[in-house]
């Protein structure tokens, strides 16, 4: 059964590439930098990704935490209860 693009068995002609546009380079764009440039590089990259992100504000900072706080105390006091109950129902079972 053959798809939209073709089949498994019999690959697509622009695939393959002549033999004459395989050149054998060693490791590519990276073989031409030290490791301390790669690092460099690397470190630019961060510093570039983190001027991105937008920050949350104080304010929302101190609502996000609120809500965290708030949510994992409930979530506590439920599993609690659910431990005190279980606890309970497992010594009227087994005595």
Avoid: C, H
Avoid at 19 to 46: C, H, M
Avoid at 50 to 61: D, F
Avoid at 81 to 90: E, M, Q, W, Y
């Amino acid at each position: 059964m053959a798809d939209a693009v073709g089949s498994i068995d019999m690959p697509d002609a622009q695939d393959e590439a002549p033999e004459s546009d395989k050149k054998t380079r060693k490791g590519g764009k990276r073989a031409k930098k030290g490791p301390l440039k790669r690092l460099a590089v690397f470190y630019r990259q961060i510093v570039a990704e983190l001027r991105k992100v937008v920050w949350p504000t104080r304010n929302q900072l101190t609502t996000y935490t609120s809500v965290v706080i708030v949510f994992v105390i409930v979530m506590i006091g439920l599993v609690t209860v659910i431990d005190f109950g279980l606890n309970k129902a497992a010594k009227y079972v087994f005595g």
